[in-house]
Structure formats: C-alpha cells, structure tokens
C-alpha cells in the first residue's frame, strides 16, 4: 500500500474537520513533504465550499457592501454590467458537488468492506492450513497405532556386529504395510560427514533395502520412524551399517549391529 493510498481517507476526514489527535498531527506531516497529497485535500476543501456556498449563503458583512457601492461609483457612467445570475442556476453545479461528496462516502466505505473482506480471508487461510496440519498428525498417530495392533508385526532386537555389548537396537515392524519403527541406544558418535544407515534384508534373496538415516543424540539415542518401505515385503533381518551423509545404494562392511525376526 502506498503512503496516498494509506492517507485517502484520513484526507477527506480532515477536510471536514472530523481528523484529531495521532491521525491529524501523522496527517499534516505527511502533507509537509508530499505535494500530491496537498493539492488532493485543495481540491476536496474547494468541492466543500461550493456546496457550502450552493446550499446557503451568510449575509455579506456591512464593511463589504460599503467598498461594494465605493467601487461603483468609481466606475464610468453608462457601463453595463453582467447580470446577476439568479440563484437556481447553481442547482447543477451543487448537484455535482453532492454527488461527488456522496461519491467519495461510498469510495471509503467499500474501500473499509474490502479490507475487513481481506482480513477474514487471511484468517480462514490460516484456520484452513491449521486444520490440514491437525489432520496430518492425526493420520500418522493413528498409523502408528495401527502398525502396534497388527497381528503380523515382527520384533527384531539388534546387537553389535562384532559382539560388542554396549550398542543396540530395536526394531518393529509391520510386512503388511511397510511400516517400521527403530529405536538404537548407546551407540557411538558419527565421525564428520558420516551418518548411520539402517537396512531391511528382504526373505526373497532380493538386495539389502535402505530404511532410513540416522545420527545418535549425545547419549548415544536414535530413531527411525515410518521410513517409506513398500507394503509386502518379508524381513530376514535388519542391520545397521556406518555410511557417508548422503547415503548409500548398498551396505558398507562391516556391520555395526545386525538381527534377525524374533
């Protein structure tokens, strides 16, 4: 929005003298430094005094008629002068200046409508994309809860590859949807640009399937959780091997933990 666009209806406000406080004094020192926004509020005060004027005129002051009739007694005898118009022949130009004043009313009104118009949308958009977020959670709580009330679930506990106590790992799994969930604990911190990388080795001899990345928190914790597995496929085992950030396409030897379906 720019700045004439934010004033146009405070110009109008002011030229009929109902601006005051904060709005007036932020008003009048915008119109200090911008020349557009002055000649707009001469144009409104001048449509305002023709209709003042149109609607009904004060008498003239008593030292006005004196320099009146001095003037004309200064004039040349046998001058004419223009007729006074009479009054009805101003009907149109008040009827202008009252359509343009009932013009701008419904400018600033409809202008106000369109805004509060933009406001209830922003809020149903954010109401709307809080709701999908809800949403989402709520299918994944609920897939979890799924996967651990499937009678075809397979629990797989992991131990260290070369029969080193301290690590080792948990896994839980669901064939029928593809669903897995890993927990690990006490493992060792990842040297710099490696990362853990766990494993599905299918029953049918096919290639070991990547099953997610992982890093240890400071107390050596990790899991994995619904990483994208395909539906239907039978787990021999799992292991957990130490990769490069980016992954891997095959398992790199040796194992860190390896087991098989209990």
Request: proline share 10%; glycine share 6%.
């Amino acid at each position: 929005m720019t700045a004439h666009e934010q004033f146009a209806d405070d110009l109008a406000r002011y030229a009929l003298g109902e601006l005051a406080g904060e709005e007036r004094a932020a008003l009048e020192r915008h119109l200090e430094a911008c020349t557009a926004c002055r000649r707009e509020l001469e144009a409104l005060r001048g449509d305002l005094a023709l209709l003042a004027v149109s609607a009904a005129g004060a008498a003239p002051p008593q030292r006005a008629r004196v320099r009146l009739l001095q003037a004309a007694a200064r004039e040349p005898r046998g001058r004419r002068f223009p007729a006074r118009r009479p009054f009805w022949a101003w009907a149109p130009a008040a009827a202008v200046v009252v359509l343009a004043v009932l013009s701008l009313a419904l400018w600033m009104e409809n202008r106000s409508l369109r805004n509060r118009i933009a406001t209830v949308e922003g809020q149903l958009g954010t109401a709307q994309a809080e709701s999908a977020r809800v949403q989402a959670d709520y299918r994944h709580i609920k897939e979890v809860l799924d996967m651990f009330s499937s009678p075809n679930l397979v629990r797989v506990t992991l131990v260290p590859g070369q029969a080193r106590p301290q690590p080792s790992g948990r896994a839980i799994y669901d064939p029928r949807s593809g669903h897995l969930i890993f927990l690990a604990s006490n493992l060792a911190p990842v040297p710099p640009r490696k990362m853990y990388e766990l494993w599905l080795i299918p029953k049918n001899g096919h290639p070991p399937m990547p099953a997610g990345m992982f890093q240890p928190d400071a107390t050596g914790s990790a899991m994995v959780m619904l990483p994208p597995l395909p539906a239907g496929v039978e787990a021999k085992a799992f292991g957990v091997t130490l990769e490069p950030e980016t992954g891997s396409a095959t398992p790199t030897m040796p194992l860190v933990m390896a087991g098989a379906g209990e």
